[in-house]
């Protein structure tokens, strides 16, 4: 099937610095696709520090699997990331091959096979054989470069319609540090289920424990905040790695709360939502990306509760293909996320402009003044709920014949 | 927007027999639609005992808050339903609304307001003017006949493609007792959102109490069962009520556990199946009713759950509508649901083919072995969890693209 670019995608794909102690490489190996490179080799410097978060599927991936369990050792050598098949649902044959993939790459870079990490994503329930992609480590750790980012944004894509990257810097212990991102994710792959997969890099030197919990705060407000049809992959995988290059950090930075590493801390929020924000911009069949931002509720969690059963909804998101300001499926939306809403208090704004107060149309209100806003690309929902102070902002992706196109054909 | 039939409507209304003690009429009020009946008045005889369940929605409707409110009395003499405004999210006019046409009626039928039930379907956050039903009352009061039935079906339909109702009979108290049911429901209504509203009769004599608890528990295997698309109305409605004019039942059932009941509650579990399937059938878009079936899970909840996450999710949605026997997006849509299940043990059937098992594809399955089931209207899907005795079956629809037609097209 052919992919026209999202007509959300950003102009054009970042300019990506160096990272120090990063070099990348990628293959054609022909495990589904023809003619394209499909398996990514990042390797990483001695002394790499690493954190994770994965997907909460009850069925995930051996992949992920074998992430979890390596993640407890804290460091890491490379990353191991194929396109064409999720090695998920593959029962031991799937643990077998990336026990295979772990000491290949382990044996040639010299380091343990719990120093690699590996995101697979494609096509489920298939076997994946190993060989293709230990033969072509080899050639992969030889070709390895710093400055190879737009080819390894490239390689782990399967329907995304264009390659996705950031890179930010931040003041840390009087340096200059860089942070460079890559991922992969577009909602569903026909004939396959979606997977979001995330590598971040940084030349900062953080240790793991403290580099762990800087990802789980981040991944809370950005890839925790899109959706775009409620799926939940097997494999999703976000990875971040520190490898020090930028010199020793501050001493004594033993906490995450630590003043010190909050511009770091703030950077990789803003880099890890341009990486979430670029995926829902390419979810499948998206014409319009929508913000929801709910406040007033009781609780920050029942506030993303509230704001994720707005962004799952099919009524409110075939309404917005249909530039519909169709504010009711809000308060339906709102009103069965099963948390605590002031019904004759909930306030609603699309667009900036109150299109409902205390519990009713507002008066004041007319359709009209809000169609240019519904024309764009940018749709912007607000809800109050009037309870309390619990506040969450989420992305989306509007409903279109082109999801429906995309997931409902037959497999080939 | 015209409505083809949906090609999964029965074969035709079924003939429904007089409920002793029941009388309907019907009329063309206006509201919103022009030129067919969009107001149902039922008349029930004095004495008559109700039971109700409702949307859980916490925005909903001024007839939702008024039917719990009237339940506490345990008494009905009439039903109002219409059609066209759901008067929901309409603060204070709303209440004002139900107040007016519970009056009115109660003044005509010499009764008490709270004896007066009412239900509302259609646009949502307009104000539903009570003068075209309460002028319409005297009327219905004065033309209410006991075979109004295929009548009373249609005065509550809105996007329905068909008008849905069924008939039993069961033995109580050494009588033939009989209930008739009606139903509205379909999906979403452009523009807004769907609302599914029950009204069951019967002539059997069941104090409230009784009848509430035989009423929740045939809900929770029947309209709690069914999903088209996740989204829950503002105003979901199942009456039950029951006139006693069949005669009196055998003195000393004081619980719904006692066995001289079971006959009718087999017969009311299996009439609201039948509204509930009826339903389904008319989701919009609706080309497959698809029926899930969940075992071995933990609970019948934790059963409940997976199969609701199986029967919402768009993936596996999208893929039925491809007529693509894609099991990789069942076992995404299991792991998803939060709930227990054992990877390595699930098995997955399609038309009762094993298509996976032990956490692997069956090696034995071969996708050609269900295409032909694939092609049918009615797709079975029965997914083992492997972790205990927990049980639940579910019905959905597929998702095609008339349902983004109806459900984006704009407002006019």
């Known amino acids: 099937m052919a992919h026209t670019v999202s007509p959300l995608a950003p102009a054009s794909f970042p300019d990506m610095p ?41 069925s995930r991936s051996a992949p ?17 990331i194929n396109a064409g098949n999720a090695n998920a649902f593959t029962g031991k044959a799937g643990v077998r091959t990336v026990t295979a993939v772990a000491s290949a790459a382990a044996r040639l870079l010299g380091c343990k096979p719990g120093e690699i990490f590996q995101a697979s994503t494609g096509v489920i329930g298939e076997p ?11 050639g992969l750790v030889r070709a ?21 990257a950031a890179t930010v810097t931040a003041k840390l212990g009087g340096r200059t540090v860089t942070i460079n991102g890559i991922a992969k994710g577009s909602g569903m792959i026909a004939p396959d289920m979606a997977t979001m997969l995330v590598s971040i ?33 097997t494999s999703d995988t976000v990875l971040l790695f520190a490898t020090g290059a930028a010199g020793p950090a501050s001493k004594g930075i033993k906490s995450a709360a630590d003043a010190r590493l909050k511009p770091f801390a703030e950077a990789l929020d803003g880099l890890c939502l341009d990486l ?27 506030a993303h509760r509230i704001a994720m059963s707005v962004a799952n909804s099919p009524l409110v998101k075939t309404a917005i293909a249909g530039e519909d300001a169709n504010w009711g499926r809000i308060v339906m939306a709102v009103g069965k996320a099963g948390e605590k809403a002031v019904r004759d208090r909930l306030r609603i704004r699309i667009g900036g402009i109150t299109v409902a107060k205390n519990g009713m149309r507002d008066p004041a209100y007319h359709e009209a003044d809000i169609m240019s806003h519904m024309k764009g690309r940018h749709i912007v929902i607000e809800a109050d709920v009037g309870v309390a102070k619990g506040k969450a902002r989420v992305w989306t992706c509007d409903l279109t014949h082109r999801y429906i196109d995309i997931n409902g054909s037959y497999r080939s």
Do not use: H
């Open 18 to 58: 160096v990272i120090g102690g990063v070099r990348l490489a990628s293959a054609a190996t022909g495990i589904r696709y023809k003619n394209r490179p499909d398996v990514l080799l990042a390797v990483l410097d001695p002394g790499t520090a690493v954190a994770g978060c994965f997907t909460r599927s009850k």
């Open 64 to 80: 992920v699997d074998w992430c979890v369990d390596a993640l407890k050792g804290g460091m890491a050598r490379a990353v191991v």
């Open 128 to 138: 994946l054989d190993p060989a293709p992609i230990t033969s072509a480590l080899v």
């Open 144 to 164: 390895a470069k710093a400055e190879a980012w737009p080819d390894a944004a490239r390689a782990i894509m399967t329907t995304d319609t264009f390659a996705k």
């Open 201 to 233: 890099f940084t030349d900062a030197a953080i240790p793991s424990k403290i580099l762990q919990k800087l990802l789980s705060r981040s991944v809370d407000t950005s890839f925790n905040c899109i959706t775009v049809d409620g799926d939940t992959s």
């Open 276 to 302: 979430a924000q670029q995926v829902a911009r390419d979810g499948e069949g998206a014409e319009k990306l929508i913000e929801i931002a709910v406040t007033g509720a009781e609780s920050d969690r029942a």
